[in-house]
């Protein structure tokens, strides 16, 4: 039975017992992957290493998608028992490596609810409930980065397309400004500690990149790009790090800025994964000058505690982003472009309300809790490097900015780190991976859940190290 007095369609209580014409009933495979959802929120797992090879994987799962199908229990039980754990616990407080992401359950919870209120989030006049939503979460976020009401954005799948689509709209506004391609192209300005994405950008819109030297610590600085740019007149956009994936360092942006309005570049800062810190008062003095910035990206499934996959866009002057990536298409004319239109921002039409679960979990929490929780990590990160800088046998290389802490074990070359991470990740220890600094290899953790104990790391590393 129905409650028609909504919307029409909704059920009463938990009664899933709706017979769908075609599909029939599917209350029972409903209620069973409800039931596997809301019992794996109630658990963790360890960080343990459990990838199989494909072969391996294919055997054990066998044939799923078949003409006849397998049913809901067979398929539930193929993908319990095989499948998911064939995954990496993402969420751990000992999932050290990479970028781990370390949603809260709210969140993850509310992600389940997105899905199924299956919102088209492109336009407006189709979602504008969830929109609106998303909407206040990037209007706090552009707060965080002192930026004028002309501000706006929409949630992108991952930094990847963040920054694509950020350099879209910076090379749309340089041929406006300067009215034709120059002879040869444009070209691309960052580092080399700029993210993979990057270059792989220059290559989508087949342009040059020219490269500015470090500082000794890593940063971009602006005396360097100034060097830079005098040469290179092509230049459209300078990308800069608000914490480099691999050692965690913000350039420096206030210089960075003035340099950029000399020669009229677009500005673009990937905080990917360091743009969280922006919540934290004992770190912010390090972004000054990300106010001046053109477009800004981070990744709130890294350092603000949502789940996969989410990245938010923004653009200091939103007419820069409707410029360049607004579609226009016989079926698209009745859109109602005075509305905020997430496809209008970025390289997308068709989108979920990725920025949900994290409006949720902001929601339920607060930002003050999201400060609290990033400036743990950041105690956590310190108190890691304090410690590894008093275990005789480790090094500590430099003091961490953000929270990525970097050392190494002298003695070791590649083949002893590259077994020590994976001993430690296969038996379910501690996930950690060597990375390349400075010419040689190294170790390199990183702190985004708050969970995570500094007095269990520094005694994993003493006593497994030695």
Not at 118 to 126: C, D, K, L, M, V
Not at 163 to 173: P, T
Not at 272 to 277: N, W
Not at 437 to 442: A, S, Y
């Amino acid at each position: 039975m129905t409650d028609q007095g909504n919307h029409g369609s909704h059920v009463h209580g938990t009664d899933l017992g709706v017979t769908d014409e075609f599909w029939g009933d599917e209350s029972a495979s409903v209620r069973t992957a409800l039931a596997w959802a809301v019992a794996r929120m109630a658990r963790s797992s360890d960080p343990r290493s459990t990838a199989r090879p494909e072969s391996e994987l294919a055997t054990a799962a066998g044939a799923t998608v078949l003409p006849e199908g397998i049913g809901a229990p067979a398929a539930m039980r193929v993908f319990s028992e095989v499948l998911e754990p064939a995954t990496r616990a993402q969420g751990h407080e000992l999932n050290l490596a990479y970028i781990p992401g370390a949603p809260n359950r709210s969140s993850v919870a509310f992600d389940a609810v997105t899905g199924s209120a299956n919102i088209f989030g492109g336009i407006w006049e189709a979602g504008a409930g969830g929109i609106h939503a998303e909407n206040e979460v990037l209007a706090w976020l552009a707060g965080l980065l002192q930026w004028p009401e002309s501000a706006a954005g929409c949630f992108v799948s991952g930094g990847t397309i963040g920054n694509l689509s950020a350099l879209v709209a910076a090379r749309k506004r340089a041929l406006r400004r300067r009215g034709a391609r120059p002879e040869g192209g444009w070209t691309l300005v960052c580092t080399d500690g700029a993210h993979s994405s990057i270059p792989q950008a220059a290559e989508v819109l087949d342009v040059a990149i020219a490269r500015v030297p470090v500082d000794e610590r890593g940063h971009m600085t602006g005396v360097a790009l100034r060097e830079v740019l005098e040469r290179t007149p092509s230049a459209f956009a300078v990308v800069t790090s608000a914490g480099t994936t691999n050692t965690g360092v913000i350039d420096d942006l206030a210089d960075i800025a003035d340099v950029c309005a000399d020669h009229d570049v677009w500005m673009h800062v990937d905080g990917a994964y360091g743009g969280a810190a922006l919540l934290a008062p004992s770190v912010r003095d390090r972004f000054a000058g990300i106010e001046r910035a053109d477009s800004f990206i981070v990744d709130p499934h890294k350092w603000l505690f949502a789940p996969y996959d989410c990245c938010a866009l923004l653009y200091r002057d939103a007419a820069d982003g409707r410029d360049a990536h607004a579609q226009h298409a016989s079926y698209l004319d009745h859109v109602d472009r005075e509305q905020p239109n997430p496809s209008d921002l970025a390289l997308h039409l068709s989108r979920r309300v990725r920025g949900l679960p994290l409006w949720f979990g902001l929601a339920t929490h607060g930002t003050d809790r999201y400060r609290e929780a990033i400036e743990k990590t950041l105690s956590t990160a310190r108190e890691v490097a304090a410690g590894i800088d008093a275990i005789a046998h480790l090094d500590l290389l430099v003091a961490p900015e953000l929270s990525v802490v970097m050392f190494d074990r002298p003695g070791w070359d590649a083949a002893d780190y590259a077994s020590w991470c994976d001993r430690l990740a296969h038996d379910g220890t501690m996930l950690c991976v060597p990375t390349w600094w400075e010419g040689r290899t190294v170790l390199r953790v990183v702190f985004v859940n708050p969970d995570t104990s500094a007095e269990v790391v520094l005694r994993i590393l003493d006593e497994t190290t030695r």
